[in-house]
């Protein structure tokens, strides 16, 4: 068992369904995750896979399919599967989202229809709020829905959209104009159905192609572009127009405890690539592993690796108990993000110019890294979260 990122007090029914993830990423996902990024290919029998494991359902309740886990053990299954290879973990963190939403936030009939299906991976989530003009800036959204009998009419172009062409059900963040006196209170989360694909997905809704990435291959990235699309309005989620900004931002919420554990995974495996390559490569006639100043890179890369850890595992655990956790959340996404992209560069040092080569393992966690620092808000608007935090904490 590794030393680095252990995570006590976990029941047995975790540590045999983590058992089960971690086993199946070193079987199915690491041996084949640089050859499929450097093709940007879907990972179509991986996902297969995970549908089999029961990922997709893992903290959807048993009532409707899933297994009714906890944030803490969706973390730490993320974990594992990033490890192996980040872009996976991609694949079911929107998914999650979805199925989050619509258990808290939506209707009976809402969670009757859609959570069963999403539980079995059948249909597939993704969630839109970005758009090309604007990215952390949630405020400044221009999509819009307008009301025409029993229906809305959607116009407006959305961005960032992980999972885009592969989903079948998309939450979209759209102005609906409800007359409040703050923006936050005039935006809707409507829940679309679409054909998976790309091109005209349904009447009036367009996926126009992938975004081609840095990194963060293989999930595909897309524009949604709505041209009059009609949408009943019973597929606003919740039921209730006005609600859509503060549905959004608990999903994030979590989605952020999500990417913190992409950021524990990758950093961890970035360490495990530098320990085992140092104790290899010999200069001056000894391992690297021997000189000092590798040894002392090792050793802030293996702190960090379990700073992040502990940190993202008390976040889930904040958030599984109840209380409020955008502080804790804020903090594991921010550290984490930071953490993984100091260990992964520091991985990189010591493989050397053999990092260079896109053969090695390491010169794909360099391109996937800095995806960490942005998604699901910047470092700064992390900062500017838990200093909000703070204040409210330690007001005199």
């Given at each position: 068992m590794r030393r680095l990122a252990r995570t006590e007090g976990l029941t047995e029914q975790?540590?045999?369904?983590?058992?089960?993830?971690?086993?199946?990423?070193?079987?199915?996902?690491?041996?084949?995750?640089?050859?499929?990024?450097?093709?940007?290919?879907?990972?179509?029998?991986?996902?297969?896979?995970?549908?089999?494991?029961?990922?997709?359902?893992?903290?959807?309740p048993e009532e409707y399919g899933g297994l009714g886990e906890s944030l803490l053990t969706y973390a730490l299954a993320v974990e594992e599967i990033a490890r192996a290879w980040m872009s996976v973990s991609g694949i079911i963190n929107t998914h999650f989202i979805v199925s989050y939403l619509l258990l808290k936030h939506g209707t009976e009939e809402q969670k009757a229809n859609y959570l069963p299906r999403l539980a079995e991976g059948s249909l597939r989530g993704a969630f839109s709020m970005s758009e090309p003009h604007c990215g952390s800036d949630v405020s400044a959204i221009?999509?819009?829905a307008v009301r025409d009998g029993d229906d809305y009419v959607i116009t407006g172009q959305k961005y960032w959209l992980t999972n885009g062409g592969t989903s079948s059900l998309v939450a979209v963040l759209v102005v609906t104009d409800e007359g409040a006196d703050s923006v936050y209170r005039n935006?809707?989360?409507?829940?679309?159905?679409?054909?998976?694909?790309?091109?005209?997905?349904?009447?009036?809704?367009?996926?126009?192609?992938?975004?081609?990435?840095?990194?963060?291959?293989?999930?595909?990235?897309?524009?949604?572009?709505?041209?009059?699309?009609?949408?009943?309005?019973?597929?606003?989620?919740?039921?209730?127009?006005?609600?859509?900004?503060?549905q959004m931002m608990d999903g994030?919420?979590?989605?952020?405890?999500?990417?913190?554990?992409?950021?524990?995974?990758?950093?961890?495996?970035?360490?495990?690539?530098?320990?085992?390559?140092?104790?290899?490569?010999?200069?001056?006639?000894?391992?690297?592993?021997?000189?000092?100043?590798?040894?002392?890179?090792?050793?802030?890369?293996?702190?960090?690796?379990e700073a992040a850890h502990q940190m993202m595992t008390m976040a889930a655990r904040r958030k599984d108990s109840g209380e409020r956790n955008d502080l804790e959340a804020g903090m594991a996404k921010y550290l984490a993000g930071e953490y993984c992209k100091e260990v992964v560069e520091d991985s990189f040092r010591i493989h050397?110019?053999?990092?260079?080569?896109?053969?090695t393992e390491i010169e794909r966690l360099y391109r996937e890294a800095p995806m960490l620092l942005i998604g699901e808000g910047t470092a700064d608007v992390q900062k500017m979260i838990i200093g909000r935090r703070l204040l409210e904490d330690y007001r005199r």
């Open positions: 975790q540590r045999e369904i983590l058992a089960a993830v971690r086993d199946f990423a070193e079987r199915e996902i690491l041996p084949v995750a640089t050859e499929l990024e450097h093709a940007d290919e879907y990972p179509e029998k991986i996902v297969a896979g995970m549908r089999e494991l029961g990922v997709f359902g893992l903290m959807i221009k999509t819009r935006m809707s989360t409507f829940l679309v159905e679409k054909t998976p694909g790309f091109g005209e997905v349904a009447p009036g809704l367009l996926i126009p192609g992938k975004i081609d990435k840095m990194g963060y291959k293989g999930v595909d990235t897309t524009e949604l572009v709505f041209d009059g699309f009609r949408i009943g309005a019973d597929q606003v989620l919740g039921g209730a127009n006005g609600r859509g900004f503060h994030v919420e979590v989605g952020r405890v999500n990417v913190a554990a992409r950021a524990c995974g990758m950093a961890l495996r970035a360490f495990e690539l530098a320990i085992d390559y140092a104790q290899q490569r010999e200069t001056f006639g000894k391992q690297i592993a021997q000189h000092q100043a590798v040894q002392f890179r090792l050793a802030e890369m293996a702190t960090k690796v050397g110019g053999y990092a260079y080569s896109k053969e």
